[in-house]
């Protein structure tokens, strides 16, 4: 089979196993001293968003600020100091390839039963200690094994498999940025829509320029205090708050995934405090999404998020004012069904990621006629 062809087929998770970064290849696990230009830096490119300063080249992409001297490698692990400019290795070499249902990322108001061309690279700017992506997330393009595939071969290969959209998605596409951002205007240029599955901590100025070619985003609020975040994640609350406000303002449609976890953050006044949050803030109709939690890469001491807690997250979710609200990874439940907020009648019915009824009109509940909120075609 034709190589383009077999990555962007859907068992492109095997095409991955076969393509490595030229870096490792050529036997080279640094980057110290390569010359910029060379034939090795075929999968990098020049940061968009970064400052030269008195004590190095510091990142501006995300809050972590990393300030950089010559030869040093950010906390995300795939944006590197050369000679006083900021590069990403992240561009063009995704280390993961697949065709998902929309539903997957979760987007239950976007779009439904259609397919993302989904990709990731290594790293990111967390770390999370329930991650369940860690083999690529906590490390760095040079450490995994990726295919080559570039901003205009993403969305050409987006376009053979018929997929409506491209998902950047599984690492965390901040980290990516550049490789993101120059994939979504190609993509957007040729009809496809980009969706941005992310943590949120991102800065403002390249979210703004992020969000002129992103149609959908969802965004992991991972909890709701500063210490949740500091501890569980190693990052901060308020940038991610100020993230989903910059979406809304910027008109990208939005949900939000809140994983829930025991004596994490299962705690039902924080969750409640969330909840108010976000409906004051005007994202009372954006789908919020409590995701069951298993145990994973450093709480494995943990048992899953019980059914109990589950339910009266989404009851507290409800009665503070949310309109859509859906329970993720538990398998026989109806708690992924969209309700009508009028008539409480179910008008999209799902099972796992198949959508097995649509009961939505013209974006209108077929029974009352009554709005429901979203991007259905």
């Not at 009809?191 to 969000?211: A, D, F, H, Q, T």
Request: glycine share 6%.
């Amino acid at each position: 089979m034709e190589r383009r062809r077999f990555i962007a087929s859907g068992i492109a998770a095997a095409a991955c196993l076969l393509c490595r970064n030229e870096i490792l290849l050529a036997g080279i696990n640094t980057l110290t001293d390569l010359p910029v230009g060379s034939p090795l830096w075929k999968w990098s490119h020049e940061a968009y968003h970064y400052k030269v300063t008195a004590r190095g080249v510091e990142c501006t992409n995300c809050p972590n600020q990393c300030t950089l001297k010559r030869m040093e490698t950010s906390k995300c692990r795939n944006r590197i100091n050369v000679k006083d400019k900021l590069y990403s290795i992240a561009y063009g070499n995704p280390c993961a390839v697949h065709i998902d249902p929309i539903e997957k990322k979760p987007f239950f108001h976007f779009l439904p039963a259609t397919s993302a061309f989904s990709i990731a690279t290594a790293g990111c700017n967390f770390a999370c200690l329930n991650c369940q992506n860690w083999e690529i997330s906590q490390k760095s393009p040079r450490e995994t094994q990726n295919a080559d595939l570039m901003p205009a071969s993403v969305a050409e290969a987006c376009i053979n498999n018929n997929c409506k959209s491209i998902a950047y998605t599984y690492g965390e596409p901040t980290v990516f940025y550049e490789y993101v951002y120059d994939t979504a205007r190609i993509a957007r240029a040729n009809g496809i829509k980009n969706v941005y599955k992310s943590n949120g901590y991102i800065n403002e100025p390249p979210l703004r320029m992020l969000c002129k070619y992103i149609d959908a985003a969802n965004i992991d609020l991972k909890g709701f205090t500063e210490n949740t975040y500091l501890k569980l994640n190693s990052g901060k609350l308020a940038p991610v708050l100020r993230t989903l406000q910059v979406l809304k303002e910027e008109g990208v449609w939005l949900e939000i995934t809140n994983l829930v976890i025991p004596s994490w953050t299962d705690d039902m006044k924080t969750i409640r405090d969330m909840c108010k949050w976000l409906v004051a803030n005007k994202l009372d109709e954006c789908p919020l999404h409590f995701s069951r939690f298993s145990p994973l890469y450093k709480l494995t001491q943990l048992p899953a998020t019980p059914l109990l807690t589950l339910q009266r997250a989404r009851d507290t979710a409800l009665n503070a004012g949310m309109k859509y609200v859906y329970v993720g990874n538990l398998p026989g439940s109806n708690m992924e069904n969209t309700i009508c907020p009028k008539c409480n009648k179910t008008v999209m019915e799902r099972k796992g990621f198949r959508v097995i009824q649509n009961n939505i009109l013209n974006g209108k509940c077929k029974f009352c006629g009554e709005r429901i909120a979203g991007v259905w075609s």
